[in-house]
């Protein structure tokens, strides 16, 4: 049974950061890529962040270019995304996803179509 689970959540102020983390069990989590989507209010889930099974290829949206990094710890089987300057349009549902098939790249997992599992979800709520 593979379990996704996302932490690091909450309420921020208007140019501050965030760290969100994401860990992965019942897989072998270096053969899979990551990626982290977020779902706002009345809009359609988007990936903001991808990041390849090795760690080479990453993907980031337009809207967080700049801003966001994402980064694997195969050791701790855990991938994380770090958001600075955090904007309020940045509220919004944020989801860790793996892959579905083992050694794909960043662009894979990041059109969505591929994703083998999703993570329950974890608010961020950015104030002016």
């Known amino acids: 049974q593979v379990h996704v689970a996302e932490s690091g959540g909450g309420l921020v102020q208007a140019g501050n950061s965030l760290r969100l983390s994401c860990q992965v069990s019942?897989?072998?989590?270096?053969?899979?890529?990551m990626g982290w989507f977020r779902q706002a209010a009345g809009k359609e889930r988007e990936c903001v962040a991808a990041i390849g099974w090795s760690g080479v290829s990453t993907y980031y949206a337009d809207s967080v270019k700049g801003r966001a990094r994402i980064s694997r710890d195969d050791a701790k089987e855990t991938v994380y995304l770090q958001l600075n300057s955090l904007k309020p349009e940045d509220t919004a549902v944020y989801y860790c996803a793996t892959d579905r098939a083992k050694y794909g790249s960043a662009n894979t997992i990041a059109s969505g179509d591929e994703v083998g599992f999703w993570g329950q979800g974890t608010q961020v709520t950015v104030s002016s």
């Open positions: 019942g897989r072998t989590f270096s053969s899979y890529a």
